[in-house]
């Protein structure tokens, strides 16, 4: 069983920046970003596939936030930059989705098996 350990969130204000971590047990190839607002349901922000550094960026994330591991391929991160009140929500780290790694933001969160515990950023206006 893989354990992922997310961190780094907290408070702040609109156009404000944080960085999330998220260190994982052993290298994994596949890892990524998910979000979740209240109510609302999980939405994807970013993978990137360990060993060669290629990221996928939904949307919300694009221009404003850069996914990146370290070379062990174990801890992630998520630079956010730019936070709008709208990216409010708990953060959780992912790991190793069913299908390829460049579909894991896109499908569904469902069938991806290994989960952070979340880490809460809120933006204020």
């Known amino acids: 069983q893989v354990r992922l350990v997310d961190s780094g969130g907290g408070s702040v204000q609109a156009g404000g920046s944080l960085t999330l971590s998220c260190v994982a047990s052993?290298?994994?190839?596949?890892m990524g970003w998910f979000r979740q607002a209240p109510g609302k349901q999980r939405e994807g922000v970013a993978s990137?596939?360990?060993?060669?550094?290629?990221?996928t960026y939904g949307d919300s994330a694009k221009g404003r936030f850069t996914i990146s591991r370290d070379n062990s391929q174990k801890t992630l991160y998520l630079e956010m930059n730019m936070l709008k009140p709208s990216d409010t929500g708990v953060y959780y780290c992912?790991?190793?989705?069913?299908?390829?790694?460049?579909?894991?933001?896109?499908?569904?969160?469902?069938?991806?098996?290994?989960w952070g515990q979340g880490t809460q950023v809120t933006v204020s206006s």
């Open positions: 992912a790991a190793d989705p069913s299908g390829p790694c460049q579909e894991m933001i896109g499908g569904n969160y469902r069938n991806i098996r290994n």
């Open positions: 052993s290298r994994r190839n596949c």
């Open positions: 990137i596939w360990t060993p060669t550094g290629s990221a």
